[in-house]
């Protein structure tokens, strides 16, 4: 299960992310990755929750946004959207393409509460 060590190194970056901006907690985490990645959501958010226990993220909720695949064909130029399976270009045949977009994990936005802000409780984006 690969959602694993990708929930592992996002907490990295969140718990790191925590400590410099002096967050006591996590609230929200969006989160978008490319469909190449075959994450499967539900299996990422159970390992998700798991790892955070016991740290700021601990009960944080996870959105997760798939970005679908897009490449260029290198014969004719076109830029599609291949399917999982066939990367074949729709105008000139040939499954000779440059990936655009598909296989990133992009951390867009984290919604936490800071330890300047816990009384009143008040919830800020970095």
Do not use: K, W
């Amino acid at each position: 299960m690969h959602e694993l060590s990708i929930a592992l190194a996002l907490l990295d970056e969140l718990n790191a992310l925590a400590a410099a901006q002096g967050a006591l907690r996590i609230e929200r985490v969006e989160l978008e990755a490319g469909a190449r990645r075959g994450i499967v959501p539900e299996a990422l958010a159970l390992a998700f929750a798991e790892a955070a226990r016991g740290g700021p993220a601990e009960g944080a909720q996870l959105a997760l946004s798939v970005l679908p695949t897009r490449a260029r064909c290198r014969h004719c130029g076109l830029e599609f959207a291949p399917a999982v399976d066939d990367y074949g270009c729709a105008r000139c045949g040939l499954a000779d393409v440059d990936i655009l977009s598909g296989d990133e994990v992009l951390l867009r936005r984290v919604t936490c509460v800071l330890a300047e802000d816990a009384a009143p409780e008040r919830a800020e984006e970095v």
